[in-house]
């Protein structure tokens, strides 16, 4: 916690910055118990010793005494002194250059106790600062737990038992019920429910059959089954998250900088006060006097409590925020979720299902409905459109059509049986003599497409995505919280208004193209979509949310927010959530900058003496350190603000 000022910023807190980098947080040796932490084992003994010294002058041990307050005070200076002269060396100076300073010079004015107790309570501090990190991403260590020590693999028709590194893409795990997954794959054969609560947050077993994935981490709650590996363990979708998490851990929000820019200046400032303290001072009156100031001046204007008040919420709120199912990609996201005002919805994906199901095929007079269907499929086959699947669900084996092309919000063309073909929204493909059948079934709340064969009309599919059962209480939860909700959606605006009547809202902007849902985002708003389709949106919007991204590549490394799971109540509790992290950072920086304002003025007029600052100055620290693990809370009221 002696925060080494460098170009690059306030370094907290005497230990190297953590990078990220490919090291995953299960191969760090972290402290279990506060008594693993070096500094307060330092701390403790050093107090012991100082408690010892006392006693023994009170006693009448005066030599005794004093030098076990001398050893009190090397110990204590042990934790951060050394590596302050370090960087004192290579031309860095930080709160550890101050705190050894004004500890030499109180040993050199005979004022060893405060010295001794210095030692104890910055030792403290720092130990307190390390313990609350590691406990903030000890969710990060239970995340890989999730991965079972052994696994079970068909080879050479016998199952073996491997270590989960050992396994490679194409491999045939074998899970039997209660195992875990030990890496991403795709179900091969069998059925059974997978409870994916400890990655997504939500309680609720997932039914999977033949060619559904399975992420790591998820347990088998059928029958055994048999899962064919997607990816080794270190590239797993739950390895991915911890990385990532980790990074996110690192990268600095607005306010984190706004702290890096103050502690950078103020640390040599600081000292060129003090400086100029001790020498004025002496010229007009006695040199010890201003030169023990001077060292109170330093303490009391140490910015370490500055320097960590936003990294440590940081910490803590992302490192927890992943442990129920949200990854939070870093200070800058959690800062902006906690101004967010207006939260946009996608509709396809987001505020329904995702299943949608074909509910009405009106074909022209005289053409087969099946042929309908037919036509549409041809052209669908290779879509990976929500619509596509409940169309080619209806039909068994389609028949791929040639030369198709996708414009973009619009539909589809291509050749079928060696005609034209067209299918899309109404008024892509004109729906002719049905346009009385396209205003009845939209005002049912279904998407209609219109499919041309030979530039004609041939029929209409309404198709239909059920809106969540949790989206109108989400959106009671988001207006609790004061934010402004709307819908963004591809389709036509009386089917949006349809489904945004069930789910409570109010504001609906419909037949957008993708790159249309951009203009609709501004300024401290969220958009919430599926990470892939909404990408140009997501990218425009303050902060951009994507839905049940868990496995999904594009999904995790694009959004500033990742929803691992698609229960949409995670959403009111992640943004409450940020509200509160957001409020503690500015708590802490407007709590740091006050003590250096108080203590200042009142150390350089001389109104308090070294140990006085020395104990604020610390108990600072501390609330600060106390407040910021606050952030690892999870689950804030709807009304947190």
Same mark, same amino acid.
Request: net charge neutral.
């Given at each position: 916690?002696h925060?080494? !000022?460098t170009?690059?910023g306030?370094?907290?807190?005497?230990?190297?910055p953590?990078?990220?980098?490919?090291?995953l947080?299960?191969?760090?040796?972290?402290?279990?118990r506060?008594?693993?932490?070096?500094?307060l084992?330092f701390?403790?003994?050093?107090?012991?010793?100082?408690a010892?010294?006392?006693?023994?002058?009170r006693a009448g041990f005066?030599r005794a005494g004093?030098?076990?307050?001398?050893?009190?005070?090397?110990?204590?200076?042990?934790v951060f @002194?050394?590596?302050?002269v370090?960087?004192a060396?290579?031309?860095?100076v930080?709160?550890?250059?101050?705190?050894?300073?004004?500890?030499?010079g109180?040993v050199a004015l %005979?004022?060893?106790?405060?010295?001794?107790?210095?030692?104890?309570?910055?030792s403290t501090?720092?130990?307190?600062?390390e313990?609350?990190?590691?406990r903030?991403?000890r969710g990060? =260590?239970?995340?890989l737990d999730?991965?079972p020590?052994?696994a079970?693999?068909?080879?050479s028709?016998?199952?073996r038992?491997?270590?989960?590194?050992e396994l490679r893409?194409?491999?045939?795990?074998?899970?039997?019920p209660g195992? =875990?997954?030990?890496?991403?794959g795709v179900? $091969?054969?069998?059925?059974?429910?997978?409870?994916?609560?400890?990655?997504?947050?939500?309680?609720?077993?997932?039914?999977?059959?033949?060619?559904?994935p !399975?992420?790591a981490g *998820?347990?088998n709650?059928?029958g055994?089954?048999?899962?064919e590996?997607?990816?080794?363990?270190a590239?797993?979708?739950?390895a991915?998250? !911890?990385?990532i998490?980790e990074?996110?851990?690192?990268?600095k929000?607005?306010?984190?900088?706004?702290?890096?820019r103050?502690?950078?200046?103020l640390?040599?400032a600081?000292? /060129?006060v003090?400086l100029?303290?001790?020498?004025? %001072?002496?010229?007009?009156?006695?040199?010890?006097v201003?030169?023990?100031?001077?060292l109170i001046v330093?303490?009391?204007a140490s910015p370490c409590?500055l320097?960590i008040?936003?990294?440590l919420t940081?910490v803590a709120?992302?490192?927890?925020?992943s442990r129920s199912?949200a990854?939070?990609?870093?200070?800058?996201?959690?800062?902006?979720?906690?101004?967010v =005002?207006t939260?946009?919805l996608?509709?396809?994906?987001?505020l329904?299902?995702n299943?949608?199901?074909?509910v009405?095929?009106?074909?022209?007079g005289?053409?087969?409905?099946?042929r !309908?269907?037919?036509?549409a499929?041809?052209?669908?086959?290779?879509?990976g459109?929500?619509l596509?699947?409940a169309?080619?669900?209806?039909?068994?084996?389609?028949?791929?059509?040639?030369d198709?092309?996708?414009?973009?919000?619009?539909?589809?063309?291509?050749t079928v049986?060696?005609?034209?073909?067209?299918?899309?929204?109404?008024?892509? @493909?004109?729906?002719?003599?049905l346009a @009385?059948?396209?205003?009845r079934?939209?005002a049912g709340?279904?998407?209609v497409?219109?499919?041309?064969l030979?530039?004609t009309?041939?029929?209409?599919?309404?198709? =239909?995505?059920?809106l $969540?059962?949790e989206?109108?209480e989400?959106?009671t939860?988001?207006r609790a919280?004061?934010l402004?909700v709307?819908?963004?959606?591809?389709? +036509?605006?009386r089917?949006?208004?349809?489904?945004a009547?069930?789910a409570?809202?109010?504001?609906?902007?419909a037949?957008l193209?993708?790159?249309?849902?951009?203009?609709?985002?501004?300024d401290a708003?969220?958009?919430?979509?599926?990470?892939? +389709?909404?990408a140009?949106?997501?990218a425009?919007?303050?902060?951009?949310?994507?839905?049940?991204?868990m496995?999904?590549d594009?999904?995790?490394?694009?959004?500033?927010? *990742?929803?691992m799971?698609?229960?949409?109540r995670h959403l009111?509790?992640?943004?409450?959530?940020?509200?509160?992290?957001?409020?503690?950072?500015r708590? +802490?920086v407007?709590?740091?900058?006050?003590?250096i *304002?108080?203590?200042?003025?009142?150390?350089g007029f001389?109104?308090?003496g070294?140990?006085?600052?020395? /104990?604020?100055?610390?108990l600072?620290e501390?609330l600060?350190i106390?407040n910021?693990?606050r952030?690892a809370r999870?689950?804030p009221?709807p009304?947190?603000?």
């Amino acid at each position: 916690m002696h925060c080494t !000022v460098t170009g690059m910023g306030a370094e907290c807190c005497g230990h190297e910055p953590d990078t990220g980098g490919d090291e995953l947080v299960t191969e760090r040796e972290e402290p279990g118990r506060w008594w693993q932490v070096r500094e307060l084992r330092f701390a403790a003994a050093a107090a012991v010793v100082l408690a010892a010294g006392w006693l023994a002058g009170r006693a009448g041990f005066e030599r005794a005494g004093l030098g076990l307050e001398l050893v009190s005070a090397a110990i204590g200076a042990w934790v951060f @002194a050394p590596a302050a002269v370090r960087d004192a060396l290579r031309g860095r100076v930080g709160v550890g250059t101050l705190m050894t300073i004004a500890a030499a010079g109180a040993v050199a004015l %005979g004022q060893v106790i405060e010295a001794a107790l210095l030692g104890v309570l910055f030792s403290t501090a720092e130990g307190l600062e390390e313990y609350a990190v590691t406990r903030t991403r000890r969710g990060l =260590r239970a995340l890989l737990d999730l991965v079972p020590r052994t696994a079970t693999v068909l080879r050479s028709g016998a199952q073996r038992q491997v270590e989960p590194a050992e396994l490679r893409v194409g491999d045939l795990l074998v899970l039997r019920p209660g195992e =875990r997954a030990a890496t991403d794959g795709v179900l $091969r054969a069998g059925r059974t429910v997978l409870d994916l609560s400890a990655i997504t947050g939500e309680p609720v077993p997932v039914e999977a059959g033949a060619g559904d994935p !399975v992420p790591a981490g *998820a347990i088998n709650g059928g029958g055994v089954v048999e899962v064919e590996v997607t990816a080794p363990v270190a590239g797993s979708s739950l390895a991915r998250v !911890v990385h990532i998490v980790e990074q996110a851990q690192e990268r600095k929000g607005r306010g984190q900088r706004l702290a890096d820019r103050i502690a950078r200046p103020l640390v040599p400032a600081i000292m /060129l006060v003090a400086l100029a303290v001790a020498v004025l %001072g002496s010229v007009f009156d006695d040199p010890r006097v201003w030169l023990e100031r001077a060292l109170i001046v330093l303490v009391a204007a140490s910015p370490c409590a500055l320097a960590i008040s936003v990294p440590l919420t940081v910490v803590a709120a992302v490192g927890s925020a992943s442990r129920s199912g949200a990854l939070v990609k870093g200070g800058l996201a959690l800062e902006r979720l906690g101004r967010v =005002r207006t939260v946009a919805l996608d509709k396809t994906g987001t505020l329904t299902r995702n299943r949608p199901r074909v509910v009405a095929v009106v074909p022209v007079g005289g053409v087969p409905a099946d042929r !309908v269907l037919t036509v549409a499929a041809a052209l669908e086959l290779r879509s990976g459109h929500p619509l596509a699947r409940a169309i080619l669900a209806e039909v068994p084996s389609p028949t791929p059509a040639t030369d198709v092309q996708a414009v973009a919000g619009s539909g589809l063309t291509g050749t079928v049986d060696g005609t034209p073909a067209r299918l899309g929204r109404p008024g892509f @493909a004109e729906p002719g003599e049905l346009a @009385a059948d396209v205003e009845r079934l939209t005002a049912g709340g279904a998407t209609v497409v219109v499919v041309e064969l030979g530039g004609t009309p041939i029929g209409l599919i309404a198709v =239909r995505d059920e809106l $969540r059962p949790e989206a109108a209480e989400t959106v009671t939860g988001l207006r609790a919280l004061g934010l402004s909700v709307v819908m963004l959606t591809g389709d +036509n605006a009386r089917t949006a208004h349809a489904l945004a009547e069930q789910a409570g809202i109010d504001v609906v902007h419909a037949d957008l193209r993708p790159e249309q849902k951009a203009t609709h985002v501004r300024d401290a708003t969220a958009m919430v979509g599926d990470g892939i +389709n909404d990408a140009p949106a997501l990218a425009t919007a303050d902060v951009g949310i994507a839905m049940g991204a868990m496995g999904t590549d594009v999904a995790i490394e694009t959004a500033d927010v *990742a929803l691992m799971g698609e229960d949409l109540r995670h959403l009111p509790s992640l943004l409450g959530y940020a509200r509160r992290a957001h409020r503690i950072m500015r708590q +802490n920086v407007g709590l740091s900058l006050a003590i250096i *304002a108080a203590l200042l003025p009142l150390a350089g007029f001389g109104l308090l003496g070294l140990a006085t600052v020395v /104990l604020v100055h610390e108990l600072a620290e501390v609330l600060v350190i106390a407040n910021a693990v606050r952030a690892a809370r999870l689950r804030p009221s709807p009304g947190a603000a």
